[in-house]
């Protein structure tokens, strides 16, 4: 369809944009502290829901995957092969200290690293654990990538 | 019915860590379960015994983020048993009340996420407002939200002035008002009495065979509190009233929390009345002498133990964690058997996982060997009537 | 309530007999050695004499010469934590399990082996790569002292 691919293709942008569901992966080598602090942005304190953000259980239907906690090796095939079950276009969130780079747990014997040793990873959000406000801050940046500029008022 | 492998896992939900069961169900029934556990699997034991002991409260604060404090209070308290240290009765009296608001994040969490499970979001929504504001105190109290650091081996790092001590009593003030309210919804609200009550029971004889600890042992009517039984820190001072119920079931488990924080109101309240002054650290030397130390401590979700064995110096030889969850996994993993897939994400969370595995599952159809995946909320979507 | 030290020491002593020997290490803390074949029969008398016990945890632990198996078991009725404590020999690790005294141990049997190898004999369902990820080899046992930290041997 080549008349309006343009407008088409700007509906689905906003669209993207303006409803994107999440999915949380705890990835193995992680304290749960992250988990908690992502859950608490979704309560009514920081309600990331204004957004639009929706938590979903799975990978099919999501756009963002934020990942808690660095990767161990039992998880580490599973965390590619829930990367690759997603649909593009996707945004990869790495929340937490040992996401960004293994952490307090480098130099265990069952720990792979950092997030990134296994996927690509677009937004990084250290702390240890971060608070709900670095990680809506996280969430916003990766909103940014996937409409591919600033999409709260601002031009491109 | 032919009778189909359900496995359960390893990715989840709201909250939670990766964990897979393997459930066989024959129709809707659960017949037999299979857990492989290891997916959060780090290696802590080993690389703790490669840290020194100063290191190894950042570490041990990092097993769990959610009970940190009860990790750190354990390791700390070992540590100090093993060089023979007596800690300012000051500092005994804050780790008292740190542990009780630790404690009081805990449940209300658990509790949180229980309404979240049965699909009562309201309820979801309500308590973790609550808990905002005791996160606010522990930052107030301890410096952080989550990973405080305020036990050091030879007691805590800050002191309490004035104003904090008068936040937390009038905190405590209004979030009594409020847990009221959830006490009552827990009692008489028909969506969760029909969702839990009767559901996963696990008899108070199967309890004790198989070990059960913490709330789950006095869901079942048991009563067992490290708190009580083999009191710690200031807990010799402060008297604690032991709750349990005795239904054995889901709902006498969330009970067991709910009415728990009553009693860690009162606690604070308490330690914070009678807190002695003086020192809230003593100076303690890097090395420590050669021997062996346990120690227990009531973590929110049960008894936590450590065991290390020191040859002297810097490091110690060998740190052995038992974490709560593990030990309750085994008497509950029975309890799955005769219950029906619906009810899988509510025994789970009567136990307080600290992996709760919920979201997505792996079905697979012994016949065909086809295998598809659902997640909690669409097995929520088709069982729920 | 736990009596006057002494007290519980002699009557430790006294159910334990011949089979092994217990000494007071702290407030609530018994340590009782044995040897291995005399821990099933200790543990049955604990339990028939002094009552509900429930299985805290397992220590395996490798020593110079051996391996040192802690059980430490918290007795209800006395309010006290026994630990058992019994070696075994480094070229076949080999100690009696307790899953059909106290059914509770399985989970706890299962790590130690897991981790260190020790085998628990008579356990109904001793799997490897219980907490280790699913591809681990076969003869890794990381809390070993042969392993090196990040678990190359």
Same mark, same amino acid.
Request: charged share 25%.
């Given at each position: ?7 088409? #293709? +700007?509906?689905? !942008? ?13 990835? =193995?080598? %992680? ?45 580490? #095939? +599973?965390?590619? !092969? ?13 929340? =937490?200290? %040992? ?58 | ?385 | ?153």
């Amino acid at each position: 369809m080549a008349i309006g691919s343009y407008a088409l #293709e +700007r509906l689905l !942008r906003w669209a993207r944009a303006k409803s994107p569901w999440l999915l949380h992966l705890n990835a =193995g080598a %992680c304290c749960n502290g992250c988990d908690i602090e992502l859950v608490a942005a979704l309560t009514p304190f920081y309600d990331v829901e204004r957004f639009g953000i929706k938590l979903v259980g799975s990978p099919r239907h999501a756009d963002i995957l934020a990942i808690v906690g660095g990767v161990n090796k039992q998880m580490e #095939e +599973r965390v590619r !092969r829930i990367y690759n079950q997603m649909p593009e276009p996707k945004v990869v969130i790495a929340i =937490g200290t %040992c996401s960004v780079d293994g952490g307090a747990f480098n130099g265990a014997y069952n720990v792979v690293g950092g997030v990134d040793k296994i996927i690509p990873v677009d937004v990084y959000v250290p702390g240890c654990p971060p608070r709900p406000e670095a990680i809506i801050h996280g969430v916003y940046l990766a909103l940014r990538k996937l409409y591919g500029g600033d999409f709260l008022g601002k031009k491109r | 019915m032919a009778i189909t492998i359900l496995p359960f896992g390893p990715q989840h939900p709201a909250l939670a860590e990766p964990e897979h069961f393997r459930f066989k169900v024959d129709g809707e029934v659960i017949v037999d379960v299979e857990v492989k556990i290891g997916y959060l699997h780090r290696g802590m034991e080993k690389l703790m015994s490669t840290k020194t002991y100063v290191q190894n409260i950042y570490m041990s604060e990092r097993i769990c983020g959610i009970c940190n404090v009860a990790h750190t209070t354990c390791y700390v308290q070992t540590v100090e048993s093993l060089a023979g240290l007596e800690v300012p009765k000051r500092a005994q009296f804050l780790r008292v009340v740190v542990n009780e608001l630790a404690r009081i994040h805990s449940h209300l969490l658990i509790i949180g996420l229980a309404a979240h499970e049965v699909g009562f979001e309201t309820m979801f929504m309500w308590i973790w407002r609550d808990r905002e504001l005791v996160m606010r105190l522990m930052e107030e109290l301890t410096g952080n939200r989550l990973m405080s650091a305020y036990n050091t081996i030879g007691g805590v790092r800050r002191d309490v002035d004035e104003k904090v001590i008068s936040a937390l009593k009038k905190a405590c003030t209004t979030l009594r008002e409020s847990f009221l309210q959830i006490r009552k919804v827990f009692l008489e609200d028909p969506l969760i009495r029909t969702r839990f009550v009767n559901v996963g029971l696990l008899k108070s004889r199967d309890a004790i065979a198989r070990s059960a600890v913490g709330p789950v042992a006095r869901g079942s009517g048991i009563k067992t509190d490290v708190r009580a039984d083999d009191p710690y820190q200031a807990y010799k001072d402060i008297p604690i009233n032991v709750v349990t119920y005795k239904e054995c079931d889901s709902w006498a488990r969330m009970m067991v929390r709910v009415d728990e924080i009553f009693e860690c109101l009162r606690l604070i309240e308490e330690a914070l009345e009678n807190l002695p002054s003086g020192e809230v650290r003593i100076p303690v030397s890097r090395k420590m002498p050669e021997g062996e130390a346990i120690g227990r401590v009531e973590a929110p979700r049960g008894e936590l133990l450590y065991h290390i064995i020191s040859k002297g110096g810097e490091k110690p030889y060998r740190i052995k964690i038992r974490t709560p969850t593990f030990s309750n996994l085994y008497p509950i993993v029975a309890t799955f058997i005769g219950e029906t897939i619906a009810d899988i994400p509510v025994i789970l969370i009567s136990i307080d996982p600290c992996f709760c595995c919920t979201d997505r599952m792996e079905f697979v159809d012994v016949n065909s060997g086809k295998v598809w995946y659902m997640s909690t909320s669409e097995i929520k979507r088709k069982y729920w009537r | 309530m736990e009596r006057k030290g002494n007290d519980l020491l002699d009557k430790l002593t006294g159910i334990i007999g011949p089979l092994g020997k217990v000494e007071r290490r702290g407030p609530k803390r018994y340590y009782v050695y044995t040897s291995s074949e005399n821990i099933k029969e200790i543990v049955n008398k604990l339990l028939k004499e002094l009552g509900d016990c429930y299985i805290s945890a397992i220590t395996g632990v490798e020593l110079e010469d051996c391996f040192r198996v802690y059980y430490h078991i918290w007795n209800f009725t006395e309010s006290v934590l026994l630990s058992i404590i019994t070696e075994t020999s480094k070229e076949k690790p080999e100690v009696p399990s307790l899953t059909d005294i106290i059914p509770g141990a399985i989970f706890h049997e299962n790590e130690a082996y897991d981790l260190l190898g020790i085998k628990f004999i008579g356990h109904p369902n001793l799997r490897k790569n219980f907490v280790l990820p699913d591809n681990s080899p076969p003869d890794f046992f990381p809390l070993r002292m042969s392993q090196s930290k990040r678990g190359e041997s």
